[in-house]
């Protein structure tokens, strides 16, 4: 309602219709992605939506309507869009025309009112939310009712590399393209493929802020991303997915201890992910807290991505779960939610 409302106040119009793609939480695979290996998100019931109408000008307008109804005009085409400065919201959406645009498919010029209500900062996916909404948007402008939304979670992927400046994986614009209610989704990052993974009858899930938030493209994401490529060209493998742990511990002279453990939290938290499923499919509330708990330890002890706050935050919930479940940090890490 509230897209179609700032549609029609910006463009004196309705819109033809409305693009949504929710956020997402991360249940445990954190930071392989990036390296080939699996993850464990789910869709959560905060998005953002875009309404959306087109242009007969070849270019792109946009309003947003949570940041005090800012906007941003510009044409499309290849050479002519360019990011502004690192931090602006306008990047998000010229790197999916850039994108789409650089994956082949056409964009037709179009006006937009964009709003969303994912918390930003908190590691909930509000940029891929962003992302993939406005390219399932795009692609429904242009007559493309049924989209390969593994392009526009590529597109979507890049447009953060390129636009945004963060060296993400895909594995948050997937889950934003393929989540399905009461459902996990257990992707493989390496071969690009995923399955819904049934939620326990009666499971919950809450999402905790920190109260700290954090930013990933200001944090050491992507020095942790270049430490575990150093890792696997030490162990001569393409990612860290195809490494196991009995030789990551016998091949481990001449790598230095940092990165050592770096690409030891990416090959258990793998194994620790296909356990979790599983768990989660049957309902082993027992298993499921024991595999958060490694989780979250491996994420402050070997990949040291979490705070005191967080730490304390997990150790709280955990004590108070007593052993129904479990609880760890989500999201890229230095901030934001358990």
């Known amino acids: 309602d509230k897209a179609i409302a700032g549609y029609r106040a910006t463009y004196d119009a309705a819109p033809e219709l409305v693009a949504y793609a929710p956020g997402r939480v991360n249940l445990i695979g954190e930071h392989t992605d990036y390296n080939g290996g699996f993850v464990l998100p789910c869709a959560i019931p905060y998005g953002t939506a875009i309404a959306m109408g087109r242009s007969n000008a070849p270019e792109i307008s946009a309003v947003a309507l949570d940041l005090g109804n800012a906007k941003d005009r510009f044409a499309i085409g290849g050479d002519a869009i360019t990011p502004l400065d690192l931090g602006e919201w306008e990047n998000h959406l010229r790197g999916i025309v850039a994108g789409s645009l650089a994956f082949d498919l056409p964009v037709h010029g179009a006006n937009m009112a964009v709003t969303g209500n994912v918390p930003q900062g908190a590691g909930l996916s509000s940029s891929a939310?962003?992302?993939?909404?406005m390219a399932l948007g795009l692609s429904a402008l242009n007559g493309q009712d049924d989209p390969d939304r593994t392009k526009l979670a590529r597109i979507a992927q890049w447009a953060e590399h390129e636009f945004v400046g963060c060296s993400c994986g895909l594995m948050d614009q997937l889950a934003s393209a393929y989540g399905e209610a009461d459902h996990a989704l257990l992707i493989d990052c390496g071969k690009i493929e995923n399955k819904a993974v049934p939620m326990p009858d009666g499971a919950r899930i809450l999402i905790v802020h920190s109260?700290?938030?954090?930013?990933?493209?200001?944090?050491?994401?992507?020095?942790?991303?270049?430490?575990?490529?150093?890792?696997?060209?030490?162990?001569?493998?393409?990612?860290?997915?195809?490494?196991?742990?009995?030789?990551?511990?016998?091949?481990?002279?001449?790598?230095?201890?940092?990165?050592?453990?770096?690409?030891?939290?990416?090959?258990?938290?793998?194994?620790?992910?296909?356990?979790?499923?599983?768990?989660?499919?049957?309902?082993?509330?027992?298993?499921?807290?024991?595999?958060?708990?490694?989780?979250?330890?491996?994420?402050?002890?070997?990949?040291?991505?979490?705070?005191?706050?967080?730490?304390?935050?997990?150790?709280?919930?955990?004590?108070s779960i007593d052993g129904e479940g479990g609880a760890r940090m989500t999201g890229g890490g230095f901030g934001g939610c358990v």
């Open 129 to 133: 939310s962003l992302g993939i909404a």
């Open 211 to 319: 109260g700290v938030k954090r930013g990933l493209v200001d944090s050491a994401y992507n020095e942790r991303r270049m430490q575990c490529e150093a890792a696997a060209r030490h162990y001569g493998v393409t990612e860290l997915r195809d490494l196991d742990e009995t030789r990551l511990n016998l091949d481990r002279n001449g790598l230095d201890e940092t990165a050592f453990r770096r690409a030891r939290h990416v090959v258990t938290e793998n194994a620790r992910t296909l356990e979790m499923a599983a768990a989660l499919a049957i309902g082993d509330y027992a298993a499921i807290g024991n595999m958060m708990q490694a989780s979250h330890q491996s994420m402050r002890d070997d990949f040291e991505i979490t705070l005191p706050e967080i730490d304390r935050l997990v150790e709280n919930i955990t004590s």
